[in-house]
């Protein structure tokens, strides 16, 4: 099964973005705290949840299993889903301009 597109969640944009990166599930969790400067912590439990079903879709693979440590690597169609994704978030700010004209006029 591979990705279909729309909207993704939060976790899987992070993880995603932490990716560009190979990393493992521990550093992982590190580096989407730090990417969201704090505003995401991501725990053990969602964490791999995301990373099973990104690598079923394939989005992300493994790059290397020494048995204690799984490291993770986004591929080609993972940073082009998350590229569509952050198109689409950036095209979400834009029509939300109104919000700040409102700010200025209130």
Do not use: C, F
Not at 8 to 25: F, K
Not at 34 to 61: A, F, H, N
């Amino acid at each position: 099964m591979s990705y279909s597109g729309g909207p993704m969640t939060e976790a899987m944009y992070y993880v995603l973005l932490a990716l560009m990166r190979p990393n493992h599930g521990y550093q992982l969790m590190q580096s989407i705290t730090e990417v969201s400067k704090g505003r995401v912590k991501m725990g053990p439990g969602t964490l791999y949840g995301v990373l099973s079903r990104m690598q079923k879709d394939g989005l992300i693979s493994l790059s290397k299993d020494d048995g204690r440590r799984k490291t993770y690597e986004i591929t080609r169609e993972g940073e082009q889903a998350l590229r569509v994704e952050y198109a689409r978030l950036k095209s979400i700010i834009v029509d939300s301009r109104l919000l700040e004209e409102d700010e200025n006029h209130g």
